[in-house]
Each structure stands twice: as C-alpha cells, then as structure tokens.
C-alpha cells in the first residue's frame, strides 16, 4: 500500500508541478480545516486530501474529490457535541478519522476602551506616516487615508490601542499609528502657517506645484474624476498667497486654484488636462508642499504598451510568508511567482519593461517594494495574489481592487477580460487597503487570480496552462486600458 501510494503522489507531483502535497507514509488520509475544537457557527466546513481516486464520506455522505486531491463537506452543527466521521477507501485499503467538534454560540465581547486625556501634547510624524480615518480595523488595518511626509507636528488629542488621535485643524482630527510618530518636548506648540508664493513648472516628465509655507503642516488629499482635478487640504493654513506663478509650458496641469474653506484649512485645487491619471505625489521639501504630477508617458499616446515601463509584484515570498496554502499544500507565494514570471513574458512579448519587486522565493517588504517601483519610475504596476476565504465548496472566482478612484478603469478594464476565463466574477473592489494600492504615484490594481481555499478553484490555479491564461487575460485588459487611454488623448484635452 505504501507503494502505490508514493506512486500517486509521484503522479500527483508530476501533473500538479506547483502541488505541495505529501502524505507521509503512515498517513492515508489528512484534515486540513474543520477540526477545532470549539465553533461559533452552524456552518461548518471539512476540507482534507487524499491520494487520487479515493472514496471518501464524511458522516456517511460521499464527498467530492478533485484532481489536486482535496475533498470537502458542509456540516450544519447542533448546539454541543458533534461527532465527525471521515472515512476514505484507497486502492481497498479504508482509513477512518473521528473527531469532535463543539458548537457554543456566540458571547458578545466586551468592547475594548483604552483612552486616556491628552492635553498640549505634540507628536512629529517620522518617514513613511500615514492617516487613518478612524479606529476601525480589518485584516489589512483600519482604512487609510493617505501617506504624509515626515516632519509634521500635530497636537495629540486621544489615544486608542495602537492608535493616536491627532488635530489637523480645529474642527478636524485623523488617526495615527503610534510607531510612526515621536513625541517632541513639552511646550511644544502644533504649527500654524500663513500661505506664501506658489509656482506651478513643468520638469520634464512632471509637473510641479510648490506652495511656500513657514512650517511643515499636516495634508490630506484625493482625485476627482468630475471635475478632473486633485484637491489638497492643508490643515492650519491660512491664506496669504498673493502670487500664484503658472508657466505655459505645462503638460498635465490646466491651472491651479484655491478655496479657504475653514478660518484654519487651506484647500488646493490643481485642474489636470487628460482625463487618465499617470500618477502624482503630495510631500514636502523644506517648508514647500510640493506636489508633482506625471505627465502621460509617450507610449500611451500610441495606445500600446511597448516602451512603457511596468511594474510586476508578486504576493508574499521567502521562509516566513507563504500567503494561502491550499488544501493539498500548494502554496500561494509559489503561485504568485510562477505567474509573475508568465506575465512578465507576456508584456516583454509586447515591448514593454519589467520590474519585479520580488525575483526570486525572497521576503520583500511593502515599502521595499515600493521604493523598487519608485526608483524603477514604473509608468503602473499588478500585483498578483491568490485568495482566500468563504465558501470551499463553492467557485469563488476571480477579483481585482484598487484604492484610489483614478485608477477604478485600469482594475475593471482587466477584471473584464479575466471573467472571459468563465470563473466566477467575485467583484471589482474599490478602497482597498492592500500597502501597494495605497502610492498614489502610478495606476496600480491588485489581481487576486482565484481562491486557494475553494476546492474547484484550487484545481484550476494549480494547473499552470490555466495560470498563463489568466495572465494572458490580464495583458489583454492592460492592452484595453492603453487602448482608452490613446482615445481619450485622441478627443483632446478636458476642461
Ligand atoms: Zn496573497
């Protein structure tokens, strides 16, 4: 029996190159999810894999098993115990695992409170700095609202649990993570500053808008679509710009514009020309708030993507993050980087440049990515992921995301294209709070090809001619994308 067994996984191996699964020798049969001991819902899934061409029940029921060697089962629970019974027939010889598992239902937790007055306390924000919204949290962190340069002063008004409570202006406040400021002297006063001279100029490949200020303050910032414009708010700023200083050299800005709409924020408006956005970046040099915005890179104009300069990323990688692990052991990070290198192929084929955040099975970091992306000057950037979650029985299909609202065609236009592959459409997912979604600098989206936890998905993201379709797939939506963009530039600029 051992034989033949080791025989299977040997042709399990060999068809499923990227597959992880190996029983040892003593097991037949392995539970991969359902076996906790205690549950908080009726619904209750048995995920496990066993070699190929097994019959398996799980309490008497036969369970379906896929090509990859999984098989799963939907259990709906009684308050208390509930007995398990997975029993799995291979090659004649049957193998029977029974379990328990106790169904409690739901405590409400009290919730968890940690404020503490603050009152007169500064923070200064260090490199990297970012706002939240609020206190809420999720898998990726509460919802962002957008980096700040370092330097920045802001008084401390709360605390709350990794979180600081900080004023932008009088009648408005933001969340920080607490490991990302430094607490300076007490008597520290939080800043204020008149506006000074602008200067909107073009710098090659960017334009440029400078606004003096006398200290570095605090900024929030965000696209519009209609009207085509990006709106800066700089918090503890009143107005004393009497210059505002726009040349006629100027490739993506039409002009520039502000508003005081509070006695203490003031608000920039920059007026962009094409309606796709290329990227921008609000920071500061010296006490200047500096924004600068890419011109259209000159490939677009072609509508292709040869000659454009694309950044690839593949999710997770290295000894620690192995991202999802599908049922029979295939791992996600393994998956990502055999795509990334299909995809790669793909866009090379067409003339375009790759840059890869993560080459090789290497742990990268989020801001180590960033900084690849950043000093490659990527004209956009995929990350490819797989997910994870829900149902294991059902389809779950394929999504792409984005965070910020520029660059919701550039996610739709490829997730168009991928639904073509007959998966299921999980959704186009704005808002998102992945790390490499947040830069504002070039369109980037985030492709989570198909869920690692859905057996009838997992079968077909193990198999690698359907990972080159997908990327494939994915090609042709950028293709489109570089396609409504040449006719946008076509109808001429927007006003
Ligand atoms: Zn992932």
Redesign the pocket.
């Known amino acids: 029996m051992k034989k033949s067994i080791s025989l299977i996984t040997i042709a399990l191996i060999l068809s499923f190159t990227l597959t992880g699964f190996d029983l040892s020798a003593q097991e037949s049969f392995k539970i991969v999810r359902g076996k906790q001991d205690t549950v908080y819902t009726a619904q209750h899934f048995i995920v496990g894999v066993a070699p190929a061409g097994s019959l398996i029940t799980v309490n008497g029921t036969p369970a379906k098993q896929y090509k990859t060697g999984s098989f799963g089962a939907e259990l709906k629970l009684v308050q208390g115990d509930n007995t398990v019974n997975v029993n799995v027939l291979t090659g004649g010889k049957e193998s029977t695992e029974t379990f328990n598992v106790f169904f409690k239902l739901p405590v409400a937790q009290p919730a968890i409170t940690d404020t503490v007055p603050f009152s007169g306390k500064v923070v200064v924000t260090k490199e990297g700095a970012y706002l939240n919204y609020g206190v809420g949290q999720d898998r990726l962190g509460g919802a962002k609202g957008n980096y700040i340069a370092e330097g920045i002063r802001m008084e401390l008004l709360d605390s709350a649990q990794a979180l600081y409570k900080v004023r932008l202006s009088e009648n408005s406040y933001a969340f920080i993570p607490k490991f990302l400021v430094n607490h300076e002297p007490a008597g520290t006063k939080p800043p204020f500053s008149l506006t000074s001279s602008w200067s909107v100029s073009n710098a090659g490949n960017t334009d440029v808008v400078r606004v003096a200020l006398e200290k570095r303050l605090p900024y929030t910032f965000f696209k519009e679509m209609e009207p085509n414009r990006i709106v800066i708010d700089i918090h503890g700023a009143a107005c004393n710009s009497n210059w505002i200083t726009q040349y006629l050299n100027l490739k993506m800005v039409d002009y520039v514009d502000y508003d005081q709409i509070a006695p203490d924020v003031f608000r920039v408006y920059i007026y962009l020309r094409d309606e796709f956005c290329w990227g921008y970046k609000v920071d500061y040099s010296g006490t200047s708030l500096v924004v600068t915005i890419k011109h259209t890179p000159a490939p677009a104009y072609k509508g292709a993507l040869a000659g454009l300069t694309i950044g690839v990323d593949a999710?997770?990688g290295g000894p620690t993050s192995h991202?999802?692990v599908s049922p029979s052991g295939v791992r996600?990070k393994d998956l990502n980087l055999a795509m990334t290198y299909m995809l790669k192929a793909e866009l090379e084929k067409r003339g375009a440049k790759v840059v890869l955040s993560r080459p090789d099975d290497n742990d990268v970091a989020m801001s180590q990515r960033i900084k690849i992306f950043e000093n490659a000057n990527v004209d956009m950037m995929v990350s490819v992921?797989?997910n994870a979650g829900g149902n294991p029985l059902r389809p779950m299909g394929t999504s792409t995301y984005y965070k910020h609202i520029e660059y919701r065609e550039l996610a739709k236009t490829v997730l168009e294209r991928l639904v073509e592959l007959d998966v299921n459409n999980f959704g186009l997912i704005g808002n998102f709070n992945f790390s490499l979604n947040s830069p504002t600098y070039w369109p980037n989206i985030l492709v989570e090809t198909m869920f690692m936890s859905s057996l009838p998905d997992e079968e077909l993201i193990s198999d690698p001619m359907f990972q080159r379709m997908m990327m494939n797939k994915t090609v042709k939506g950028l293709e489109d994308y570089m396609k409504k963009v040449k006719t946008s530039l076509k109808r001429g600029s927007k006003r």
């Open positions: 999710g997770h991202g999802a996600e992921h797989c």
